[in-house]
């Protein structure tokens, strides 16, 4: 067989697909076992994904899917009903396979004998018996088929042969082979190929070979089915099992023969473009709007009107490509809510716990960049919601609720914003309980405890390490993880916001941007410096008097609409001169959930800014900055990180 490295990638695309189709369709059987049209997707993807295991080489892959197709055969026939030890097993036959195809070519070094065994067992139990004949790609070897007089008729299917001739110049014959006969087998059942399958996959073959397939599907699905594929040069059609009906007659019905020429061949109506391609173009749109920026500061500033008309020109078809581009990295979110209800599921089973998992807003869509850091917050989440939000069937019993709890997981758009909540109907959070874990653990006295309001007693959960769980699960109590929700979201130019009341349950609401390849941030002035904060951790800003500012523990505050405000000098941080005026502007930001006052000399206003990532190797260690921008002048502004700058 000829080398068809060339097609792993689009294997791996495709056989992570089929088992996201299997994982829902038996998150849904558990619910519905009885459900024909979701027991079909599920034989259907098992069979699709043998078939490009075993056409790829990787046997073990395809042994295990061929045993997970025959299980859900019988249960197709209503030879057994799909019951919990079913469902349990087919949920481990998953997880193993998702594990064998990240590495395929690796797949072999895996021990499935035991998911085999227990798959057997499970067929046994149910009366059902294996059939001898079928091989690992699901299609049956015989050069001469035996079918039943009118036997298609009584199934309502056609049976074609189709003799396929491949074009000349073909290097990859087994691949494009297997690749019609991936397709023909959607379409119905694949009855025998000749040569036989074998010598098809080890290219025993000059360029002709047939398939005999029964379908529903009429000829000409079968023809463009065919013809879809490249480097096809005649396709040959005929049917069988219907000599009531003179063939001759029915010609162009039934017999077609033509020499597809490329332009018969359907136009590709989509490519696969690497991430890193993607971050490349970006950056060059990023340049070119940098560019533009300076050369409309230019332009202004030497008053070269006559460059007016070009310039708003260049502007508009700047931003033009830059929205195309930003456009093309989008992925809807659904990509990352797809895996959340097999892990609910999982770990409410694990807890003995009954929880509904409600996802909402899939289609809204996130930068890839974004889409990827979000995915670990979110799971930190949805298990504190399940281990520590939802009670016990009991325990809800006992206070008048449903015994199923609930966690609603919303995705919804505002403005460049995507706002993200995880919502559950579970115990809430204690601001008192909150309060005296903190004193326990040492981080704070009595007194200072005392004085912390229940938002600011929630917002303890935030803290690296704080939690008040009584037990240590591999899940754990809603401290475990909170630190890394924040500091990672915050560190996208987001904020988090955390609601709850006691008995009623707890919502966290993130806040993140489109994307962080460009962000809106407020510019400001200390000293001459310029920086840039990201407007998602902006509240507002306000003019203070120098005598307004009081001192507290050593700390300077100021009493601000009924609110005591931390306040940070950006000068004294930053090793600047300050102006020392009376007259003072204090920018509000948010940061873990309660508001910290900046100081700076001036508020330039908002503006969009190109993010360029900082040289770890020549600011390592050194905290504050998410990254940097070039302004209109040439001059370079740092992005201030609110969370790790206070």
């Known amino acids: 067989m000829n080398d068809i490295s060339e097609y792993k990638e689009m294997y791996a695309v495709e056989a992570a697909e089929h088992l996201q189709s299997m994982n829902d369709a038996l998150l849904s059987l558990e619910k519905d076992p009885k459900n024909s049209e979701t027991i079909n997707v599920m034989f259907r993807a098992a069979h699709t994904l043998k ?56 797949s072999s070094q895996y021990d499935i004998s035991p998911l085999l065994e227990r798959i057997i067992q499970l067929l046994k139990a149910e009366h059902t018996v294996e059939s001898p004949d079928i091989e690992q790609t699901g299609i049956k070897e015989h050069h001469e088929a035996v079918i039943p007089e009118d036997a298609d008729k009584a199934m309502g299917c056609n049976i074609f042969n189709i003799t396929i001739t491949l074009h000349e110049s073909c290097i990859l014959k087994s691949a494009r082979s297997a690749v019609i006969l991936r397709n023909l087998s959607e379409l119905g059942e694949i009855i025998e190929t000749s040569p036989p399958l074998k010598d098809i996959e080890d290219e025993k073959f000059d360029s002709v070979f047939s398939i005999t397939v029964s379908t529903k599907e009429n000829l000409k699905k079968l023809e463009d089915t065919v013809k879809a594929t490249l480097e096809i040069s005649k396709v040959d ?90 456009a093309t990295r989008m992925v809807p979110i659904e990509q990352i809510f797809n895996r959340f209800p097999r892990m609910v599921r999982d770990l409410a089973k694990k807890e003995g716990k009954e929880i509904e998992l409600i996802l909402e807003g899939g289609d809204i869509e996130l930068d890839r960049t974004v ?40 995705a919804r758009r505002e403005k460049n914003y995507v706002i993200i909540e995880a919502e559950d109907d579970g115990r809430g959070m204690d601001p008192e309980r909150l309060r005296k874990s903190a004193i326990t653990k040492g981080l704070m006295t009595q007194e200072e405890a005392s004085r912390l309001t229940d938002s600011d007693a929630l917002n303890l959960s935030f803290m690296p390490g704080f939690s008040t769980a009584e037990r240590v699960t591999d899940v754990s109590g809603r401290g475990v993880g909170m630190d890394v929700v ?74 601000t609409m009924g609110e005591v405000l931390p306040i940070i000098r950006l000068h004294a941080l930053f090793g600047i001169n300050s102006n020392g005026s009376d007259d ?47 302004l209109g002048d040439g001059n370079v502004a740092l992005i201030l990180d609110v969370g790790t700058l206070l």
């Not at 670990?376 to 199923?404: A, F, Q, T």
């Not at 400001?524 to 998602?536: L, Q, S």
């Not at 306000?542 to 009493?559: P, Y």
């Open 237 to 326: 059609i005929k049917t069988l099992g219907t000599d009531e009906i003179p063939i001759k007659k029915r010609a162009d019905e039934r017999n077609y023969s033509s020499d597809t020429a490329r332009t018969a061949i359907k136009n590709v109506q989509s490519v696969r473009v690497g991430i890193e391609r993607l971050d490349s173009l970006m950056n060059l749109v990023g340049e070119l709007v940098i560019n533009k920026i300076r050369l409309m500061q230019l332009a202004a500033d030497h008053k070269l009107d006559y460059l007016e008309d070009t310039l708003a020109s260049l502007n508009r078809l700047t931003n033009d490509l830059q929205e195309e581009i930003m």
């Open 51 to 106: 078939g490009m295991s075993a056409t790829m080489g990787y046997s073990s892959i395809a042994e295990l899917t061929h045993n997970m197709e025959n299980l859900m055969d019988r249960v197709r026939k209503n030879e057994m009903v799909l019951g919990t030890a079913a469902i349990d097993i087919l949920f481990k036959v998953l997880d193993t396979l998702e594990k064998m195809v990240e590495v395929p070519e690796n």
């Open 371 to 410: 889409l990827d850091e979000v995915g670990d917050p979110l799971v930190h989440l949805l298990r504190n919601c399940v281990d520590h939000g939802i009670e016990s069937p009991r325990e809800r019993e006992k206070l008048g609720k449903n015994p199923r709890g609930k966690i609603k997981l919303t």
């Open 584 to 630: 003072m502007i204090v920018v509000m930001v948010e940061r873990g959930g309660s508001n910290v006052g900046i100081v700076v000399d001036q508020v330039i206003g908002q503006q969009e800014v190109i993010i360029k990532k900082l040289d770890n190797r020549i600011l390592k260690g050194i905290k504050g900055f998410a990254g940097a921008t070039i």
């Open 486 to 559: 924040r500091i990672k979201i915050e560190a996208l130019g987001g904020s988090v916001k955390l609601e709850s009341r006691v008995g009623e349950g707890t919502k966290i609401v993130l806040k993140l941007p489109l994307t962080v390849a460009i962000i809106r941030s407020l510019m400001i002035k200390v000293g001459k410096e310029i920086y840039a904060i990201p407007i998602t951790n902006v509240v507002r800003d306000l003019a203070i008097k120098k005598d307004m500012i009081k001192t507290i523990k050593g700390e300077e505050v100021v009493l």
